[in-house]
């Protein structure tokens, strides 16, 4: 006999557990299946949260060891890390937050279980563990079982010398050297914390720069950036073969123009990017379809083929984001409910915690320039932003794009100090289509690093900066 309810989501990640929560709220009877022994997902237990943890302390540690006798407090070659205690901190960072995920489905009374879930028709999931077996029947399902690592066809992650974002996270002790095969966020985010702990770091990418998808003026400040701080940057090249040796691995790589080099390191990070986790889900089972590239179709309620299976998240289309996903969890809790929810995909932020920071939202100058909209751009740099100045974080600048006939904001990129919270001023004007010349009117507090915002305003409005 099957259990009942309203709604099963599959994968508790920050799209999971947040449509189980909004469900919840909105009267329905939820469950949520999990596969692994905490919730959370990749995010909380071998993403986000902990990568960020380790990259706050790499920063604490650099900046102690770099800037502090700037600032008269002793520090210097004397600084010792002790790596273990360090993730230790990481380690406890991930308890306390999955801690508060499972706090957060007992007080939704949401039913939870642990074990592999898959489809035995459209209609029935069955949740397998060690020790039993669970159908469940439910009126809706929410796919939302996120990514994995993905890796080039030739070397294969063996989680040993060739390591994935989740193995780099847990070394047991901070490597001499390591190799990045790819350029993009988790690339570049790894690389700044072991470069800051004195890692020899060599980043490979593909792409003409790093941050491909990013703004071409804030990709090429990132890569100047992280070069002082000692990474070594090799763009336009790709990655032939890998061969693992007893201590090291050796990378075979080749430029565009057939000039070839090899690495040698102890260690080779493969962060070219992650793919849907939709292997084992038993939707050939169903009438579920995927694309080539193994994600799941939807429609723009977020629907399945099978009109009661939803899927969210990294396994649909769309930017692999972990607050992408839980809006789009939200969405289809209030689409089930009746209401009339919305995703505007477009204003969707960016953020790069690397330092300095970068976060990025709307349109960049080639796409509008492919898109022939005229557009105007205002900058502001940093080094004239008082509380950069004073805080020591003067690196970088506020850039932002407005149309030229309307004044519009189409476009706002940021790299310096707490980017990823400035952003979101940028995301509230343009969400209700704020000109540069509204921002540069509000009144911004003094000193605060949200003034740069305003400047590079009043500098899309009429070039009028007051501080430059």
Aim: glycine share 8%; aromatic share 6%; net charge neutral.
């Amino acid at each position: 006999m099957a259990e009942r309810f309203d709604v099963l989501v599959i994968g508790s990640g920050p799209g999971g557990y947040v449509a189980a929560i909004r469900c919840a709220q909105l009267g329905m009877k939820v469950a949520i299946a999990e596969r692994y022994a905490t919730l959370g997902g990749t995010c909380l237990n071998v993403g986000c949260i902990p990568s960020k943890a380790l990259l706050d302390v790499s920063e604490q540690y650099y900046r102690a060891r770099t800037r502090f006798s700037l600032y008269g407090i002793e520090g210097g070659d004397g600084l010792q890390i002790h790596w273990n205690k360090s993730v230790e901190y990481k380690d406890k960072v991930v308890q306390r937050i999955t801690s508060g995920v499972d706090f957060l489905m007992r007080k939704n009374k949401i039913t939870v279980y642990h074990g592999h879930a898959s489809f035995l028709s459209n209609e029935i999931v069955r949740i397998q563990s060690d020790d039993q077996s669970i159908d469940v029947q439910a009126r809706h399902y929410i796919i939302a079982t996120g990514s994995k690592p993905a890796t080039l066809p030739n070397i294969p992650i063996d989680k040993k010398r060739i390591i994935s974002s989740t193995e780099a996270l847990s070394l047991t002790k901070i490597p001499s050297r390591i190799v990045v095969i790819g350029g993009g966020v988790i690339g570049v985010e790894m690389g700044s914390i072991f470069a800051r702990l004195g890692t020899e770091v060599t980043i490979v990418e593909f792409q003409p720069r790093i941050l491909p998808g990013m703004d071409d003026d804030i990709s090429r400040e990132l890569e100047r950036q992280l070069k002082k701080l000692g990474i070594t940057i090799h763009t336009r090249m790709g990655v032939q073969s890998a061969k693992v040796h007893a201590r090291s691995v050796t990378i075979e790589a080749e430029s565009l123009r057939g000039e070839r080099q090899t690495f040698k390191a102890p260690l080779c990070l493969m962060a070219i990017g992650r793919r849907p986790y939709t292997d084992g889900l038993g939707l050939e089972n169903t009438d579920v379809v995927l694309d080539p590239r193994k994600r799941i179709e939807v429609n723009e309620h977020l629907q399945t083929k099978v009109p009661h299976i939803f899927a969210i998240g990294d396994v649909i289309r769309g930017p692999m984001l972990a607050h992408k996903a839980e809006e789009e969890g939200i969405y289809v809790a209030e689409y089930i409910a009746g209401q009339k929810p919305h995703i505007h995909y477009h204003l969707i932020p960016t953020a790069v915690y690397t330092s300095p920071e970068v976060a990025a939202v709307g349109w960049t100058e080639k796409q509008l320039r492919e898109k022939q909209i005229p557009f105007k751009a205002g900058t502001f740099n940093y080094r004239a932003n008082g509380r950069a100045v004073a805080s020591d974080h003067d690196h970088g600048f506020v850039k932002i794009l407005a149309d030229a006939r309307t004044d519009e904001v189409l476009g706002v990129h940021i790299i310096g100090p707490k980017a990823s919270e400035l952003i979101h001023e940028a995301v509230v004007a343009m969400e209700f289509r704020a000109s540069a010349e509204d921002i540069a009117r509000i009144c911004h507090a003094h000193p605060t690093y949200a003034e740069a915002v305003r400047e590079a305003s009043l500098d899309a409005t009429d070039h009028r900066p007051i501080h430059m």
